[in-house]
């Protein structure tokens, strides 16, 4: 029987300076809210779900990791489905890192594709058979089913309604203050925008005190559309000028403030959950769009393969959790992230941006016991 037992604690936990004073007594920070998560609360990420790349070694000798998490239903299946595909085709062994825009994104993909510092470079064949996403697949149209996904058990009885009252709105549910967006939320460990309008009108409620059915008046939010959105280490899929939407050949994350300009320009398929310092830290490129030129070549960093990680072998997999963004804890966190009332904040800010709000994942391994 497999047993959890946890390797490292959660990876928002930041390490203080050995010179730095002593805390005060005062409010309970973010990173110990999570700390103190309980481990029900806790979700594992799939092996299916998971893409392990490896880089080449750096110049010291020292291996190179990134672990990303692909995107869950219903969003950008068409392009993880073939980014699956890819993987299992070994057609990613052998990629290189091609740009590296300062503040903005790493990308990489076949050096000889749509890369404008290539040279006369050839292209890498594609696998047959890899799906054709149209730019209707940016977004996903308002479900009973989505709203499942992305909302806990409150409220799903008005959601087969298309509608939600506000007081059926989960703890978590940050309200009105994104620019690029109504609205936002979370679809398990992935942020989400969506547009929304207010509706007045009846909804059947039960009174929790007799139990009987009762029509209520109230205020309701009608969601539209849903979509993922480019916070830091969210990782999308290179495309040429529309109406190309990319196969999933070429991919990117972002390394910089988040460019929620792309938000539905652009399929996003996943987020760095380990490593990203092997990505984000890597030498500048000069050329167009931050791409190495034929001169930088030798800053191009190969890519030894690409796995999804469930075809690695059991020991080889890599094994992460994230906590429910259902979880009351969760609540508390996000709270706590919009509200810095820990010791060294002054004024709380009042609120957070959903990029400020990452969801905290953290490695685990198995104790194997009968």
């Known amino acids: 029987m497999r047993h959890i037992a946890l390797s ?3 990876t928002l936990t930041l390490a203080l300076p050995a010179s730095a004073q002593e805390a005060p007594d005062g409010a309970t920070s973010p990173n110990a809210i999570v700390n103190a998560a309980s481990q029900d609360e806790w979700v594992a990420i799939a092996p299916e779900d998971l893409l392990v790349m490896t880089l080449a070694p750096d110049r010291d000798g020292n291996e190179r990791q990134v672990v990303i998490q692909l995107m869950p239903e219903p969003f950008s299946q068409g392009w993880v489905a073939n980014i ?35 040279g006369e470079m050839e292209t890498k064949p594609l696998p047959e058979g890899l799906n054709v996403m149209g730019e209707e697949d940016y977004v996903r149209n308002w479900s009973a089913s989505l709203f499942d996904k992305v909302w806990s058990s409150q409220g799903r009885q008005a959601a087969k309604q298309k509608l939600i009252p506000r007081s059926a709105l989960p703890d978590n ?18 942020p989400v925008a969506m547009t929304t309008s207010w509706k007045k009108e009846d909804y059947e409620t039960e009174n929790k005190f007799t139990g009987r059915r009762v029509f209520v008046r109230g ?38 403030h988040a460019p929620r300009h792309l ?29 190495y030129t034929e001169d930088e070549a030798d800053k191009r960093t190969p890519i030894t393969s690409i796995r999804v990680a469930i075809d690695l072998p059991e020991d080889q997999q890599p094994t992460f959790e994230y906590l429910s963004t259902e979880s009351e804890t ?4 996000a709270e706590a992230r919009a509200n810095r009332r820990d010791p060294f904040f002054i004024v709380p800010a009042g609120g957070a941006d959903i990029c400020n709000i990452p969801v905290p994942v953290r490695p685990f391994e198995y104790d194997e016991e009968e």
Do not use: K
């Open 8 to 10: 490292i604690a959660a």
């Open 84 to 118: 699956r595909t890819l993987a299992r085709a070994n057609w990613y062994d052998g990629i290189s890192v091609n740009r590296v825009q300062d503040n903005y994104v790493v990308q990489w993909g076949d050096p000889g594709h749509d890369n404008p510092e290539s």
């Open 173 to 190: 549910w940050t309200g009105f203050d994104d620019p690029y967006a109504n609205a936002f939320s979370f679809a398990g460990s992935f």
């Open 219 to 256: 205020d309701f939010i009608s969601p539209d559309e849903v979509w993922p959105v480019h916070c830091y280490g969210m990782v999308g899929v290179g495309r040429g000028y529309s109406p190309d939407t990319g196969s999933g050949a070429e991919l990117y994350t972002v390394i910089g």
């Open 263 to 291: 938000d539905r320009n652009i399929a996003l398929v996943g987020r760095i959950i380990d490593g990203m310092e092997h990505l984000s830290s890597l030498p500048r490129g000069s050329g167009a769009l931050g791409f």
């Open 330 to 333: 969760f609540a508390r966190y």
